[in-house]
């Protein structure tokens, strides 16, 4: 374990070995517009939800490490207090990156990067028809961390409409997270696709409580074959199965093979069993799991 002092390493140095660690991080492609009428539109991600009501989102176009200047977004937000949130799916990262380029100010990126302005309805910044969602967005306020290079600038917005390209939605309405495809930023030049494979579910904490790792038996939380997410899981339950349940469970065909099997080499049964309910939670079935751990030899 190594441990950093921030300050004691050159910034551009610390940034990298946070942006590693902190990620993957959501990508707010924001669209502005100058006092003159001249539209701004680029990534960034240091960006998130902060709350639903009202609906606020917080990104922060960071002042640049190597000259200490602010960039075009945060100058035309301190001049029009207003901002499309664009997010960025797989179909357009190359072209959302390529917007990140530091054009002269009053070049429009939209062109640069070949995406196609679309007219808001209450504020003056274009949306990105090319995003799937798109969130339109008034400034309540910035909030400035520092004045030197490398410093955010807490750019804090309340959501006045959100758009959704329908496309993007299962057939209960919901944005399924598939077919939205979105991305995230990792650190150096890593990006992270947020679908297919790399997504995988965890559920939520019972509303009642869980009986926690704690209260799990001690051969079971020790295991060397359990790992620290399968303990999460098993703790994660209301209560454990009944003696009548488990007995039941016993009785079904492939459990009464299953114990065939370990009776004949009764060395190895405690490990045979883990992996066999190791095998249950991977499919989520923890009420089976727990069965298969309280059986009585």
């Not at 357009?92 to 007219?119: D, N, R």
């Not at 051969?219 to 199965?241: A, F, K, M, W, Y």
Request: charge should be negative; hydrophobic fraction near 40%; charged fraction near 25%.
């Amino acid at each position: 374990m190594i441990t950093i002092d921030p300050k004691q390493i050159k910034t551009g140095q610390f940034h990298a070995h946070m942006l590693s660690a902190v990620a993957p991080r959501p990508i707010a492609f924001a669209s502005t517009i100058d006092k003159n009428g001249n539209p701004n539109l680029s990534p960034y991600s240091f960006f998130n939800a902060f709350g639903s009501k009202p609906p606020t989102l917080i990104f922060s176009p960071a002042r640049r490490v190597r000259d200490n200047t602010i960039k075009h977004t945060l100058e035309n937000i301190y001049e029009t207090m207003e901002v499309v949130i664009n997010v960025v799916n797989f179909q357009m990262v190359q072209q959302a990156s390529l917007s990140s380029c530091e054009y002269p100010k009053g070049v429009s990126e939209f062109e640069k990067a070949g995406f196609t302005p679309i007219p808001s309805e209450l504020i003056k910044p274009f949306r990105v028809k090319e995003s799937p969602v798109q969130f339109e967005c008034i400034v309540k306020q910035v909030i400035e961390t520092g004045q030197e290079g490398g410093a955010g600038n807490l750019v804090i917005c309340e959501i006045l409409l959100m758009h959704i390209n329908e496309n993007v939605l299962d057939e209960q309405g919901k944005i399924d997270q598939h077919k939205i495809d979105l991305v995230a930023r990792c650190g150096y030049d890593w990006y992270c696709r947020a679908s297919g494979p790399a997504l995988f579910e965890v559920a939520k904490p019972n509303l009642k409580l869980g009986i926690g790792i704690d209260q799990i038996p001690a051969h079971i939380r020790n295991s060397d074959v359990l790992s620290g997410n399968d303990l999460g899981q098993l703790g994660n339950v209301e209560t454990l199965p009944s003696e009548e349940a488990i007995k039941e469970f016993e009785n079904l065909i492939e459990i009464k093979k299953l114990r065939e099997v370990l009776n004949a080499n009764p060395s190895n049964s405690n490990l045979a069993l883990q992996l066999a309910a190791k095998e249950l939670i991977k499919a989520k079935k923890i009420d089976d799991a727990w069965k298969l751990l309280l059986m009585k030899s």
